[in-house]
Structure formats: structure tokens, C-alpha cells
């Protein structure tokens, strides 16, 4: 029975140490893949849905995924655009609890 709990209590210290570790290790949160943009066919570009309003952009639009941008090879319309998409810079711990859903991320529209 002794030895059960030191398992035990190796275990919980173990994961403790795992949780501090992981808020110290720097990672960077990248945009995902459904993030929602809208795709400018015209310029072939696509822009931030909190860009659209200054984008000056024609009326050859649609709304798509940051995934199809990429496939389409259409690249940013503008600054704003590129800085929207920009990763951000996390620890290992926040960047884990943004990409499963927990904390929200800037690209979640």
C-alpha cells in the first residue's frame, strides 16, 4: 500500500512540474485552417472579416476558409490583413488551451 502512494505522489509532483514547465516554454499559436475570410477574386487575395471595411475591395467576393486561401494561393489584400493573421506569441500551456477551444483566439469570428 506505501508503495502505491508514492507512485501516486510521484505522479501528481510529476505533473505539477509538467503544468509550470509548459507556462514557461514559449509557443506560437498559428491561425487555423477555418479561420473565416473573405476571398477577393479579382486582386486573387483574401482579407480579414475585420479588415473588410477599408479593404476597398470589388464586388467579385466570396466567403471562404483561410485553408482555401492557401490552396488557392491568394495572398493577404493588405497590412491589416497580414497583421490579423499574424501568429501569436504564447506559452506551450495557453497555446494548448487555444488550439482545443478553452480560451479563446483573436481569429475566432
Same mark, same amino acid.
Given at each position: 500500500?506505501?508503495? =502505491?502512494?508514492?507512485? @501516486? +505522489?510521484?505522479? @501528481? $509532483? &510529476?505533473? $505539477?512540474?509538467?503544468? +509550470?514547465? %509548459?507556462? @514557461?516554454?514559449?509557443?506560437?499559436?498559428?491561425?487555423?485552417?477555418?479561420?473565416?475570410? =473573405?476571398?477577393?477574386?479579382? %486582386?486573387?487575395?483574401? =482579407?480579414?472579416?475585420?479588415?473588410?471595411?477599408?479593404?476597398?475591395?470589388?464586388?467579385?467576393?466570396?466567403? &471562404?476558409?483561410? /485553408? /482555401?486561401? /492557401?490552396? +488557392? %494561393?491568394?495572398?493577404?489584400?493588405?497590412?491589416?490583413?497580414?497583421?490579423?493573421?499574424?501568429?501569436?506569441?504564447? %506559452?506551450?500551456?495557453?497555446?494548448?488551451?487555444?488550439? @482545443?477551444g478553452l480560451i479563446k483566439t483573436k481569429w475566432?469570428?
Amino acid at each position: 500500500m506505501f508503495h =502505491i502512494k508514492k507512485v @501516486i +505522489l510521484f505522479m @501528481i $509532483v &510529476g505533473f $505539477v512540474f509538467l503544468c +509550470l514547465i %509548459s507556462l @514557461i516554454i514559449p509557443k506560437e499559436t498559428t491561425p487555423p485552417n477555418d479561420a473565416r475570410v =473573405i476571398l477577393e477574386h479579382t %486582386s486573387e487575395t483574401y =482579407i480579414a472579416p475585420s479588415c473588410f471595411e477599408q479593404a476597398d475591395a470589388t464586388n467579385f467576393l466570396q466567403e &471562404g476558409k483561410l /485553408e /482555401e486561401a /492557401e490552396e +488557392l %494561393s491568394y495572398q493577404a489584400h493588405d497590412d491589416c490583413t497580414k497583421k490579423a493573421f499574424q501568429s501569436e506569441k504564447d %506559452s506551450l500551456f495557453m497555446s494548448t488551451l487555444r488550439s @482545443i477551444g478553452l480560451i479563446k483566439t483573436k481569429w475566432d469570428e
